[in-house]
């Protein structure tokens, strides 16, 4: 505990009173190349913080997982509904039909080939699956 103690009540507090920042807006342009040295380890120290607290607390990206606005799957496509479910004859399909397992196509349930763009932006690999007829 002594450790701690010592390490957040000296070692730091003379450390960031040891950096060379200015009182002056004026003073960063007179900075010699060492200050701007020894200010990169805490400067990349607080940005490493900010990055992380952004990461853990803010709304994510459309494809980070495990965010809490990402949890749904499906982000567009008949939300008002409890379950969608979408039934569709075997007889009405002529040759083949692509339906879509990404949840963004405008066609729903067919695929309009905007998982290509989720793709690309994500990183992801999802793509519709083909329902075909077999040639006789
Ligand atoms: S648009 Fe969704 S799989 Fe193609």
Redesign the pocket.
Known sequence: MELISTLVKKTIPNYLSGLPIPDTFGGWFKLGFKDWVSLVPPTALTAGLVYVSYLALCPASPCRSGARSNKRVNQKVRLNEAKVVDMIDIEDISEKA????????KNWPY??????E?NKECNDN???VVVSRKQK
């Open positions: 692509a339906f879509c397992r990404c949840w963004k196509s695929c309009d080939g905007t998982h290509g989720h999802v793509g519709p």
